[in-house]
């Protein structure tokens, strides 16, 4: 049900957009309203939304730098520390002790991702490829703090050519920082590129953080948005520069804003804008299918290997609208959780869940049913009373109930983990949803109320491939069995990557090449047959 990323007006789909355009079609005098406005007032607009637009921005850039660097600070320091216990520990470097001592401080990291046994910038071992039969030679980092530490930025990692890393390194030892755990704090700002350098050097040599945020033409707006803070702690410095072109939602506010130039047009227009957004946007046709009862749950079966036995099923919301098509879920699910409309998804599902397979589920205790939860719902109280009302109170157990959580909700502070203190104290299942994807290391999560892990599909999809990425689901597999709790690996389509799972076996798995989605008598059938 939820999603990671808000989808904006500008980016919802036709089918969303369809409903809008012919209702505004039927009404020419909003567009009269607007014509209306005298030149005068519209430049005065224009101006007052560019000082207001110029305010909003260098607060978030302010915001937005403090933020990082506190996070490259935590960053550091985590790092530091690992090494510092690492070389009191004394074994042999790059030894099969200090592999596995390695491995152990990695599980009890938050932001590390890898951690390796380096001489002279040279990769002997690391806690992801073990012991390198060649080591890889690499150059001095080009970043020198204080100390004795060096920092790479936009690093290619060995066993992801896709995913870019920080790297952290001080005397015999490095640590790989997956680069979104920084870039993700940047929020609110179009483009946003991020640059560090040391604040001592004079002059500064800024390097970006991850070519990934840098624009496409690499051309960036004017220097005074470009606002550079320094620690005080680690000696870094970093600044946000944003790219030339500004959003289209910045321009269309702009518009706005410079129609209200005029007052009496300027309050005409703001009626007539109130009017077209109540009445003509996508939020109104997502409002319109929860109301006509289009969104429904599909299910997704989750099977036992060996045996292809069903084990559990995953409720996915789908929506056709009034002419049969079908509005892709990544659209109207940020959509829903950008306007507040999330909890009426959910409450329309597990409703709905209820009433196509409550009895039957309680009458089948050893299956179980996934339900994903957005961040939004972790702490809002009428999500347990529609689990209450429409599931429990039709026999279903709570544990059969399994809620699906993603990481980054995880690491959201102190009340994420108290929701989750209170959702397993009623015997609800929780698991990690995504597993793998960078946020959450396997201690951290040992230490939350958390019954279990769904391996993401990108670890899933090299299994069974020469990447160096295909050891990661087995292993993740073994650390979180070892840890006491439950794996379920998604995403399994190929009879390859079937085969490779063999050796985890008995293993709950998810994908295509089980079963794809089917409705409630589809899935019963299903249950049946197997």
């Known amino acids: 049900m939820p999603a990671d990323t808000a989808l904006s007006e500008s980016a919802a789909s036709p089918r969303l957009r369809d409903s809008a355009s012919r209702s505004l079609a039927s009404r020419p005098l909003i567009w009269l309203a607007a014509a209306a406005f005298s030149v005068v007032g519209a430049l005065f607009g224009w101006w007052v939304a560019e ?15 403090q933020r990082v660097l506190e996070r490259l600070d935590d960053i550091i320091g985590e790092a530091l520390d690992v090494f510092d216990s690492l070389a009191a520990r004394g074994h042999a470097h790059c030894s099969e002790a200090q592999i596995q001592d390695m491995r152990t401080l990695l599980f009890e990291a938050r932001y590390l991702r890898d951690i390796g046994g380096v001489r002279g910038y040279s990769l002997y071992c690391s806690t992801a490829l073990g012991s390198l039969e060649e080591p890889y030679h690499s150059t001095a980092p080009p970043l020198r703090l204080d100390g004795g530490i060096g920092l790479r930025t936009d690093r290619t990692v060995l066993a992801s050519a896709k995913l870019r890393s920080m790297v952290v390194e001080r005397g015999d030892f490095n640590a790989l920082v997956d680069s979104r755990q920084v870039i993700d704090l940047v929020t609110g700002l179009d483009q946003a590129h991020i640059e560090v350098a040391v604040a001592s050097d004079s002059p500064r040599q800024w390097l970006p953080f991850s070519l990934l945020t840098r624009p496409d033409n690499g051309v960036f707006r004017s220097r005074p948005e470009s606002r550079a803070q320094c620690s005080e702690q680690t000696g870094i410095c970093a600044r ?231 050891v990661l689901v087995p292993r993740v597999t073994e650390m979180a069995r070892e840890l006491g709790l439950e794996v379920v690996i998604e995403g399994v389509e190929t009879q390859e990557q079937r085969d490779a799972l063999a050796a985890l076996e008995p293993v709950l798995v998810q994908g295509w090449l089980f079963a794809r989605e089917v409705d409630a008598e589809q899935l019963k059938r299903l249950y049946e047959d197997r």
């Open 51 to 65: 000082r207001l637009d110029q305010a909003r921005t260098a607060t978030l850039i302010d915001q937005s730098t």
């Open 240 to 470: 946000i520069r944003l790219g030339l072109s500004k959003p289209a939602a910045t321009g269309a506010t702009h518009a706005v804003i410079a129609g209200l130039g005029g007052a009496l047009g300027g309050s005409l227009f703001m009626i007539a804008v109130s009017l077209w957004r109540q009445r003509n946007t996508p939020e109104r046709a997502l409002r319109q299918a929860l109301k006509e009862g289009w969104i429904r749950p599909a299910y997704q079966p989750i099977v036992t290997l060996p045996g292809r036995k069903l084990a559990a099923f995953e409720a996915l919301a789908r929506w056709k609208n009034e002419r049969g098509q079908t509005v892709p879920a990544d659209q109207f699910i940020p959509l829903a959780e950008s306007q507040g409309l999330i909890r009426e998804v959910s409450a329309v599902m597990i409703r709905s869940i209820g009433e196509e397979l409550g009895d039957w589920l309680a009458a089948q205790p050893q299956l179980r049913l996934t339900l994903n939860i957005s961040p939004d719902e972790l702490s809002d109280p009428s999500l347990v009373g529609q689990i209450e009302r429409h599931l429990l109170a039709r026999g279903i157990q709570p544990g059969q109930i399994v809620l699906e959580i993603t990481e980054r909700t995880m690491l959201a502070g102190e009340a994420s983990r108290a929701s989750i203190e209170r959702l397993a104290a009623m015997g609800l299942t929780l698991f990690a949803d995504d597993f793998g994807v960078g946020y959450c290391g396997l201690a951290y999560l040992n230490e939350l109320d958390i019954h279990g892990i769904k391996i993401c599909q990108q670890l899933t999809a090299a299994v069974a491939t020469d990447s160096p990425k295909a």
